[in-house]
């Protein structure tokens, strides 16, 4: 799977790498699954973006992160990290803001005001974006363990911005994240996570609050306490990623035909 993203070809010339925007709440691991991918790929453990662990997001700049192919080249795609979902309306991205990125009128460097949304009148907005510049695939990022506690603010938010994607035809998954601490069967052997009782009803927890169907549910681990590569990790983010991709792929073709 590592060599078919290495030597991936975008079928349309010229967008060079499909836009990943990741979403969710404060602490999913958003941050840390580019680390993860990073990791993947680079061959190293990988801690340069960094990972909320509180209740307030360690994202404050709209930022492009890319992935290292060779020591001179990066891999056809970009992470798009963004700030995390909060209950309220005085904390977290504004939903505003995030249907902007998907859109591409969101320049990097943007930084991120709960309070007040992009508008036309800001420098960071780009009026007129190419195809290059859209999201093409929305990719929520939620955490197993805390999909039943999450307050019902942030699900309509998140909703809001589904039926946006939906509306654009816009790809969008979601990355499972923190199946080890889920279920205990997992934790002991990652392989095992389709096996699960546990993982499938959160998959379907998931499925439920957010509108994604199964197939676009991914159960994912990120790299978080190890201290060396792990490919239990790596083939679950892997397989995931090989769908994502593709799937990036067709909206790219569909939309430039």
Same mark, same amino acid.
């Given at each position: 799977?590592?060599?078919?993203?290495? %030597?991936?070809?975008?079928?349309?010339?010229?967008?060079?790498?499909?836009?990943?925007?990741?979403?969710?709440?404060?602490? @999913?691991?958003? $941050?840390?699954?580019?680390?993860?991918?990073?990791?993947?790929?680079?061959?190293?453990?990988?801690?340069?973006?960094?990972? @909320?662990?509180?209740?307030? $997001?360690?994202?404050?700049?709209?930022?492009?992160?890319?992935?290292?192919? $060779? &020591?001179?080249? #990066?891999?056809?795609?970009?992470?798009?990290?963004?700030?995390?979902?909060?209950?309220? %309306?005085?904390?977290?991205?504004?939903? !505003?803001?995030?249907? +902007? @990125?998907? &859109?591409?009128?969101?320049?990097?460097? *943007?930084? #991120?005001?709960?309070?007040?949304?992009?508008?036309?009148?800001?420098?960071?907005?780009?009026?007129?974006?190419? /195809? +290059?510049?859209?999201?093409?695939?929305?990719? *929520?990022?939620?955490?197993?363990?805390?999909?039943?506690?999450?307050?019902? !603010?942030?699900?309509?938010?998140?909703?809001?911005?589904?039926?946006?994607? &939906?509306?654009?035809?816009?790809?969008?998954?979601?990355?499972?994240?923190?199946?080890?601490?889920?279920?205990?069967?997992? &934790?002991?052997?990652?392989? +095992?996570?389709?096996?699960?009782?546990?993982?499938?009803?959160?998959?379907?927890?998931?499925?439920?609050?957010?509108?994604?169907?199964? +197939?676009?549910?991914?159960?994912?681990?990120?790299? *978080?306490?190890?201290?060396?590569?792990?490919?239990?990790?790596?083939?679950?983010?892997?397989?995931?990623?090989?769908? /994502?991709?593709?799937?990036?792929?067709?909206?790219?073709?569909?939309?430039?035909?």
């Amino acid at each position: 799977m590592i060599r078919e993203l290495r %030597d991936f070809n975008i079928r349309r010339e010229e967008v060079e790498q499909l836009n990943f925007l990741l979403y969710g709440p404060v602490g @999913a691991g958003k $941050s840390s699954v580019i680390n993860t991918i990073k990791t993947i790929f680079e061959r190293r453990l990988y801690i340069n973006c960094l990972a @909320a662990e509180g209740s307030t $997001s360690q994202t404050i700049y709209y930022k492009k992160c890319e992935v290292g192919n $060779s &020591k001179d080249g #990066f891999l056809p795609f970009i992470f798009n990290d963004i700030m995390g979902v909060e209950e309220g %309306d005085q904390s977290g991205v504004h939903t !505003d803001d995030i249907i +902007s @990125a998907l &859109k591409g009128h969101v320049k990097e460097g *943007y930084p #991120f005001n709960p309070n007040s949304p992009l508008t036309e009148l800001n420098h960071y907005y780009l009026k007129n974006p190419s /195809i +290059s510049d859209r999201i093409h695939c929305l990719v *929520y990022v939620i955490q197993a363990d805390k999909i039943s506690m999450m307050d019902e !603010d942030t699900i309509q938010k998140m909703q809001r911005v589904r039926e946006e994607a &939906k509306r654009m035809a816009l790809p969008h998954v979601i990355l499972m994240t923190r199946v080890d601490t889920t279920c205990e069967m997992t &934790k002991k052997d990652l392989r +095992s996570v389709y096996k699960s009782k546990r993982i499938n009803k959160k998959m379907e927890e998931c499925r439920v609050a957010l509108g994604v169907q199964k +197939s676009c549910i991914f159960p994912v681990k990120n790299y *978080y306490e190890e201290k060396d590569i792990n490919e239990d990790i790596n083939c679950l983010m892997l397989d995931a990623l090989t769908k /994502i991709v593709h799937w990036a792929d067709d909206y790219v073709a569909e939309y430039s035909s």
